[in-house]
């Protein structure tokens, strides 16, 4: 199955860490992990992607299990601006999960 | 500015009525695809194609077709729209399919309503 698995919902609150997890334990060893979000009434948005190696950019920090079957996104401190849908999908594979709604209280 | 260009942004259908979504991308890339968002649920594949001159079925491809036109332009035809069509349909395009060069640029979608 090339789709990943994410819980549907997750709180946070403003100016805390967040972790979003995501399971693809069915990935093969040449399919990145690309992380997207969407906001409402936008289309989806790049967040950042990896294979191995955690990687970190200006948004958030994406760590990769060593055995490849798991994710997280970090966002290391979330504000409102960040409320939005994620979804984690494996790279060549072109299908989206329902995502997980990420809702952050002030 | 740079990216993926779709028209139109709103539009009202009668049952059995046909239109053409269009789509175009100004980055070169060789992949584009077509999803299909119901409110409150992820995004669907309807079609992609992987390159110029081929196309590939999706997730939900029933009750529409695809033309990819050239490098540049990838369009979503309904020939006899349903309610069931009724949907914000997003295209997007991508360099290498979601591999090492940081996967899917996406348009701000068609929010289409079949009556």
């Known amino acids: 199955d090339a789709k990943t698995t994410q819980p549907n919902s997750m709180e946070s609150n403003e100016e805390e860490p967040v972790h979003l997890p995501c399971n693809h334990s069915?990935?093969?060893?040449?399919?990145?992990i690309h992380w997207y979000r969407q906001l409402p009434s936008q289309g989806p948005e790049y967040v950042i992607h990896?294979?191995?190696s955690n990687v970190n950019n200006r948004m958030a920090s994406l760590a990769i299990a060593e055995d490849r079957k798991s994710s997280t996104l970090i966002l290391h401190r979330a504000t409102l601006r960040d409320a939005a849908v994620y979804y984690c999908?494996?790279?060549?594979?072109?299908?989206f999960g329902d995502g997980t709604t990420l809702t952050v209280k002030p | 500015n740079a990216g993926v260009t779709q028209t139109p942004k709103f539009q009202v259908l009668k049952t059995g009525q046909s239109m053409t979504l269009q789509c175009a991308q100004d980055?070169?890339?060789?992949?584009m695809y077509w999803y299909r968002q119901d409110p409150g649920m992820g995004l669907r594949l309807i079609y992609y194609?992987?390159?110029?001159?081929?196309?590939d079925k999706g997730e939900v491809p029933n009750g529409y077709n695809v033309s990819r036109l050239n490098k540049r332009e990838f369009s979503l035809r309904l020939e006899s729209a349903a309610p069931s069509q009724t949907s914000v349909y997003f295209c997007?395009?991508?360099?290498?399919?979601?591999?090492?060069?940081?996967?899917?640029?996406f348009g701000s979608g068609t929010r289409l309503t079949v009556v």
């Open positions: 194609s992987a390159s110029e001159g081929t196309t």
């Open positions: 980055m070169n890339h060789n992949s």
């Open positions: 990896g294979l191995t």
């Open positions: 997007a395009s991508s360099e290498d399919g979601g591999g090492a060069w940081g996967g899917y640029t």
């Open positions: 999908i494996r790279g060549g594979k072109s299908t």
């Open positions: 069915t990935i093969s060893g040449t399919d990145y």
